[in-house]
């Protein structure tokens, strides 16, 4: 109430609740954007999204092309996988992702011919406000595109109008709160073009009628690129503005930037489009121009090759499937002794336990930290003093203190009444911890735990609705049996003999 | 060692260190200004209570086999400091120490050290203290006034003497040094059918000296400015919020207003209450202590009207003339069920009723 006052009265700093400002350090801001050369191998996982992994469509010894699909999508949630450059299938077999766990996942390896031949059997489309929506998005879904911004989930899926929830607005998020990364930025200042181009395209598809590219205040470069070219656009008419917003972490999650574009939260258990809105990362929609008028499927991404042990830091066009030891050893980074890798930003990022893994479509940042700057960070956890710090922080409106001690006691049922499951896990309340709780660590665990109750459950549930359903069948047969009995005695008038035969 | 690998990889820097040290800061203008007041009496005080502490804590640290690296967060030093504002500048030597101890053993390490104490450690030492020893914490000197009570606590030996061997060495007689607090000779006046306002007048109550620190109360009670500067630190540093402080002042200036403007002869003015005995100690320092006040700021609020609510009843209808640490210790116990029901609001949930 205090605070509605506040903001009635103008004074609302922060629209969304919560956030931090942590030391950006975005030492690549400036840095053009490099084409990575091609690696000696490619190693080509084949589930690089949120959702079912994908089955291969190509056998050692095939030669493939540069964007020919080498993988199809399995299920709705989906999307296939194509090669990276033109070469020779050379293995098929399960190789390390991406993954805190280091698990692994199945891969196509191809060794590149090096011509980089491209399959041109996708048409460009350019007359796409003509075009069917229905087969624009197919494109954008055989074109593999999935969101490029970390999540990785298939972009196709959000590309649909629903006479029930029309969008009213797409917000294009350029917001890159992550410290650090810079690639979005990047692509901002150097590639305004497409971007609006592949802006407009996914109005068309929505059926939208306002656009908002949301950049935060201290990317004043790309804030003046983009608004040129949507200067120069709205020339035709169009209904598309540039947002600058004041830099905080995490007003690049969708649900914040949400609430900040449009003043309205999403419902728990709704999606953006319940409130007539989609967001779209920067990456992605430079793919899906490149899908759709360039015929291009998504075969490269650009990322951000940083932290205080790489020497020669920087925003790489990287080939999807090359190893990210090769990369580092582009930028001068040979030794990994006593150096910390992530995959992704350092906020959300995950820690690598080695760099012979391969860039996915998720990958926004690769960075090497020394062992003093992490340090810092995981430092040794001390008692919580309740400060009441991380509350401040949780841009959700959660007790992090209160919410971690649940966790930690696996009191499952508690912390889901505190919420556990709206947690982001943006790190907002582990940043800020003066005694260095590793507050999502135990939300990870406490999430973790829950799941496996769950499945637990389902598997309970399912195997006593077996036996249960065998009882029946059981039941069912013996009354059947009783019945025929019965009317075979009564049509025939059994004779005790009969009778006899009839037991056997 | 790495512990854990989680996310986030970057961190703000701040550690329980900082906001210890943060808090020592802030209590410096008040340390300052009772040894411009006390002396060498209140250097003493202070260095002992504090040496008691940090000895308390390392002892304690180590019979029970534990490392003594908390005792780098400054933790321990905070109680200490905190604990000597709050005593007369009179109190025995022992009675220093004991309370330190106190503080530390009975008042943290009994309930598994930083982080899991009810209560502010240097609060519930000071309230054992007022319980057991009534009197003597409750004798005050007559500050500042070296030409009104004859001492100069200035002078080292002088204030020796008196830290070790107590008010009875001293030639002069006890009462001409000491006097009440406004709060206990108002009380005192009541009970006796004195209204208000003329207990105030016969006492040359003064607000301004109220203000500066120049009327009788404890080491760092008397001066409500360096106490005002000292929060105001806090506020800034983001050491506190605004929450407890706020809503604590504002209950015990509205309730005094109301009762004030009602019959002005029986209740104090709100200034009154406001710039008297340990209110702004408790308000900024003791009430604020994070490990026992809510952590969701509706909670913080919660927390400061009752604190107020209780300050202003025991002060005017209470057997104490001051209420305000007892009201703490009272909303400290009320902590877990506040933080339960004043969670925030939840993004994307409609609010729950509670
Ligand atoms: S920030 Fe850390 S110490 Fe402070 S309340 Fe949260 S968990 Fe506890
Ligand atoms: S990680 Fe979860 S609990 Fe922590 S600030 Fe983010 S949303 Fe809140």
Redo the contacts between chains.
Sequence with gaps: MIKHFFKKLGFSSAPFAGGIQPDMQKWTESSAIEICPLPPLLIVPMKQHIGQACSSLVKVGDHVLRGQKIAKAEGYVSVPVHAPTSGKVIKIEEHAIPHPSGMGLASIFIEPDGLDERDTSLQPITDWQNMDVGALRERVRVCGIAGLGGAAFPTFIKLVQDQRNPIETVILNGIECEPFLTNDHRLMVEHSQEILHGMKIIMHMVGAKQGIIAIEDNKADAIQSMQDTVDDANIEGLNIHVRVLPTRYPQGSEKQLIEVIIGKQVPAGKLPMHVGVICQNIGTTKAIYEAVVLGYPLTERVMTVSGDAVPNKGNLLVRLGTSMRFIYAQRGLENFEGLQILHGGPMMGERLRHPDIPVIKSSTGLLALSQDFFKQAHAVEEPCIRCGHCSEACPIGLTPNLLADHCRNEQLEKAADYHLFDCIECGACSYVCPSHIPLVHYFRFGKGQAAQVRREQNFAEASRQRSESRDTRIQREKDEKAAKRKKVRATHAPTPTEAEQGKE | ????????????????R??MMSVIWALIPAALVSVYIFGWLAVLQISSCMLACLATEWLTLKWMGRSTSPIG?ASAALTGLLLALTLPALTPWWMTILGGIFAIGLGKQVYG????NPFNPALSARIILLISFPLQMTTWIIPLHASLSGLNLYDVSLAWTLFTSGIAALPQAVDAMTMASPLGYVKTAWTQGIGANEALQTYHYSYLNAFIGREAGSLGETSALALLLGGIYLLARHTI?WHIPFSFLATVAVLAATANTLDPNHYTPPLFHLLAGGLMLCVFFMATD????????VG?LVFGVGCGVITWSIRTWGGYPEGAMFAVVLMNCAVPLI?HYC???????ARKKA
């Design positions: 060692m790495l512990i854990h690998l989680s996310s986030p990889h970057i961190h703000s820097g701040d550690s329980i900082s906001q967060d050290g930083l982080g899991y919020t994070p490990v026992s006040s809510p952590v969701t700021p913080q933080d969670r925030p609001k939840v993004y994307g949930q």
